[in-house]
């Protein structure tokens, strides 16, 4: 080799950026491997010694001094030990130059391979590093193919799945169809990094909000809580830090202008954007909107494990005209169980003729006379309070989403 063989290396990882600390390292232990298999013993205890100037590595193979050898594998003479080491000892360990004539090309053969090995590592940890600062972000992609069940996606030059649970019902997808994704995490594998992607993600519509609305981008306006039926509807409850913003109106924008941007990005899904309230009976009956609701009672304003350990969920009683029933419940549950994941309260239906009747067998369950019942305007709360009464009439019930989260409170 013309060039140093330090040199050589150090030159390489310098235009590839790669720790030469590292890739040295992984050098000196290729070479002993190496060696250990072509001339030595898989016990024996090489070293490899790298010095600038030289165009080969030096292998020494370490062996204890002794007066009568064993095992010339790891020992050595006293006398013979002498030659290498004038002040050696009986006892001690000495280093002696085993590096055979031409070993140049194997141990250069040996770094190329580590040096490949480590750059592809490199590659690898730099894709992880650039992706993992971008967790919870959006990201372009491109399709490149597509699949009944698998999307492949093109992402700043890496490929990456969208599974067919992570896309949009009734979608279409096509080579050289650009969509945005949601990054939700990133994964190290043997394969290199692993992109968690979604377009069926809340956030996915989170993001797109900031994107597209400036109020919501600088935090005039926030977003408080998000529940998806992906492809199909969204809600979202705004409110204002600045009095003189409209939430609603700065989500929507003119004529619409900055919703429908939302909308054609998800494939056309409905968002329906609401203003939140830290009272639960408002923001509940806001929750149920388009329908109206006309009473709200708080059966339970926190969740708790029972005796028997059992999670019991935040949970309130609605009611509604009958004429609102259907499109309080919505179609297949859909509109209850949004609202249920928004405001992350159990949703209990009822007719409003059945409110008298539940308020006086609330009140009685929990011990209370009649008359401070809990009304709609006004929450009963118990430490552990007991299961609703059954109504005198046949009612739908649509319990939570088991993985809805409370919505947070101001």
Same mark, same amino acid.
């Given at each position: ?12 990882? @310098? ?110 940890? @730099? ?247 809990? @009304? ?35």
């Amino acid at each position: 080799m013309k060039a140093s063989f330090v040199a050589a290396i150090n030159q390489i990882c @310098s235009e590839k950026n790669v720790s030469p600390e590292q890739v040295l390292e992984a050098v000196q232990q290729a070479i002993a491997t190496a060696y250990r298999k072509d001339y030595g013993n898989k016990e024996q205890e090489i070293r490899v010694r790298l010095e600038e100037g030289k165009d080969m590595p030096t292998i020494l193979v370490v062996k204890e001094v002794v007066e009568e050898i064993t095992n010339e594998n790891f020992e050595i003479a006293l006398k013979d030990a002498k030659k290498v080491k004038p002040d050696a000892d009986v006892g001690d360990e000495i280093e002696i130059d085993v590096t055979p004539e031409g070993y140049g090309r194997i141990a250069a053969q040996a770094a190329k391979q580590v040096i490949l090995q480590k750059l592809q590592e490199a590659e690898k940890e @730099s894709l992880y590093d650039m992706f993992k600062d971008r967790e919870n972000e959006l990201l372009t992609a491109t399709v490149t193919k597509a699949d009944p069940n698998w999307v492949t996606l093109e992402i700043e030059g890496m490929t990456v799945s969208l599974p067919w649970r992570e896309q949009i019902p009734g979608e279409h997808y096509y080579t050289g169809k650009r969509i945005r994704v949601y990054l939700d995490r990133v994964e190290r594998t043997g394969k290199g990094p692993q992109l968690r992607i979604s377009r069926t993600h809340p956030n996915l519509v989170r993001k797109l909000l900031e994107l597209e609305i400036p109020e919501v981008r600088n935090g005039d306006v926030e977003i408080m809580a998000i529940s998806r039926d992906s492809g199909f509807r969204s809600k979202v409850a705004v409110r204002s830090r600045d009095p003189r913003i409209d939430p609603i109106g700065a989500c929507v924008g003119q004529k619409g202008v900055r919703i429908q941007a939302v909308m054609e990005e998800i494939n056309g899904e409905r968002v329906d954007m609401i203003e939140w309230s830290d009272d639960p009976i408002k923001l509940i009956s806001t929750a149920l909107q388009p329908a109206s609701v006309s009473a709200v009672i708080i059966v339970n304003d926190h969740e708790y494990f029972d005796e028997e350990n059992r999670r019991i969920k935040k949970r309130a009683a609605v009611f509604v005209e009958e004429a609102q029933r259907p499109m309080a419940i919505g179609k297949k549950g859909q509109n209850i169980r949004l609202a249920t994941d928004l405001t992350g309260f159990e949703l209990d239906m009822y007719n409003y003729d059945e409110l008298p009747v539940f308020k006086t067998k609330l009140a009685e369950l929990r011990g209370e006379a009649t008359n401070s019942a809990p @009304s709609e305007e006004h929450s009963s709360i118990e430490q552990q309070p007991p299961a609703a009464p059954e109504p005198p009439k046949k009612r739908t019930k649509k319990k939570s989403v088991e993985d809805s989260v409370p919505a947070t409170s101001e």
